[in-house]
């Protein structure tokens, strides 16, 4: 996975698009510090954290039970 950027503006919900370089989502934020008149923040991704693997475990069969 790359890096990527994300735009926040103040009292906004949690931001959904992905910038694939700090300079597009610098002129998002711009635009939109202009036209709401509200604060924006550059979000940059830094770590990520997934689920490896999941582990099954069979379960004994009734005829196989004491």
Known sequence: MNRFWMVYLDGGSA?????????????????????????????????TCALKAVEWTRLKEEEERP
């Open 15 to 47: 931001p959904t698009f992905q910038h694939l370089s700090r300079r597009a989502a610098r002129d998002e934020a711009e635009i939109l510090c202009k036209k709401t008149g509200k604060r924006a923040y550059v979000l940059e991704a830094t770590e």
